[in-house]
């Protein structure tokens, strides 16, 4: 099971998931049911580097997830 580790906001969302086969990182945000309005926002690191969108997650990795601040 792949951890997912949200912070701040995302705390809630943070859960163990069944991947099956490796997935994008685009595609943890509704994995893990986040709501629309925090999807646009997310970062995602793995092992302390930040991963892009299209890189992959598997069943054994621990994703800790955070909101980017926007704004000026």
Not at 9 to 19: C, G, M, T
Not at 31 to 51: D, F, H, S, T
């Given at each position: 099971?792949?951890?997912?580790?949200?912070?701040g906001?995302?705390?809630?969302?943070?859960?163990?998931?069944?991947?099956?086969?490796?997935i994008?990182?685009?595609?943890?945000?509704?994995?893990?049911?986040?709501?629309?309005?925090?999807?646009?926002?997310?970062i995602?690191?793995?092992?302390?580097?930040?991963l892009?969108?299209?890189?992959?997650v598997?069943?054994?990795?621990?994703?800790?997830?955070?909101?980017?601040?926007?704004?000026?």
């Amino acid at each position: 099971m792949a951890s997912i580790i949200g912070k701040g906001v995302l705390e809630p969302y943070s859960q163990a998931v069944d991947i099956h086969e490796p997935i994008p990182v685009e595609r943890l945000p509704e994995l893990v049911k986040l709501p629309e309005n925090l999807r646009e926002n997310i970062i995602a690191v793995r092992g302390g580097k930040v991963l892009t969108l299209d890189e992959l997650v598997s069943d054994k990795d621990e994703i800790v997830l955070f909101i980017s601040v926007m704004g000026g």
